[in-house]
């Protein structure tokens, strides 16, 4: 597509309740990453994918988090049994192999998670 | 220590000032580093990179300094348009962001 695509653009959701949030990358991206910011705060690294692999996953806040990539598209972040604190905005970025950390990156508009 | 820090701000500044913003990394073997700017409920979009020799971009000016592993960025004859937050980043495998410094430009 033209841009980075992120679904829902907003998603409220009852404490405990799973979530799945999804990136659609710039067509022929095949870096694309994750990062989460709270209210007020900087962006928090969570996961970036190398086509389908996630060579770091360090960024993860706890393994009711987890993230896939298929078909070095379509990524989907998953967070189990959610928290009130993982209420915030995720946004997903692309780039083209090996030009993120070079030319930078182009984020998608996130996905708002409200956990109440 | 965080990986990149930055000014906490806010800097409130009249339309037509000059104002600056400094920025230091942690990471000795970061290789690209870039100024993004986040406007309120939007996501961060690339202002400009920042080069060894520092670079200019019209009213904006970037600098980087390797050996105190330091960047900045200058903002000449500010707009109102130019309130926003600006986002240190540094890369190295991936890009680290600051928390990002405030901006205002009043009339």
């Known amino acids: 597509g033209a841009g980075v695509s992120q679904s829902p653009s907003n998603k409220v959701t009852e404490k405990g309740k799973d979530v799945e949030l999804r990136c659609d990358p710039i067509s022929g991206h095949t870096a694309l990453y994750w990062y989460r910011q709270s209210l007020g705060q900087g962006l928090e690294f969570l996961i970036y994918f190398q086509g389908n692999s996630a060579p770091d996953k360090s960024g993860l806040p706890s393994d009711r988090f987890s993230a896939e990539r298929t078909g070095g598209s379509v990524s989907t972040l998953t967070i189990q049994r959610t928290q009130q604190e993982d209420s915030a905005v995720y946004l997903c970025?692309?780039?083209?192999?090996?030009?993120?950390?070079?030319?930078?990156?182009?984020f998608g508009s996130g996905t708002r998670l409200t956990v109440v | 220590r965080k990986e990149v820090e930055q000014d906490p701000g806010p800097f409130n500044v009249p339309e037509g000032a000059t104002v600056a913003f400094n920025c230091t990394y942690s990471n000795s073997a970061s290789q690209s580093f870039f100024w993004y700017r986040q406007d309120c409920r939007k996501e961060p979009k690339l202002l400009m990179s920042v080069y060894s020799s520092g670079n200019e971009d019209g009213r904006f000016t970037a600098q980087l300094n390797r050996a105190s592993q330091y960047i900045s960025l200058l903002i000449r004859d500010s707009k109102l348009s130019d309130s926003a937050t600006y986002l240190c980043?540094?890369?190295?495998?991936?890009?680290?962001f600051g928390a990002g410094t405030r901006l205002t430009v009043k009339p």
């Open positions: 970025a692309s780039s083209l192999a090996g030009t993120g950390a070079v030319y930078g990156y182009t």
């Open positions: 980043v540094v890369g190295h495998n991936d890009m680290r």
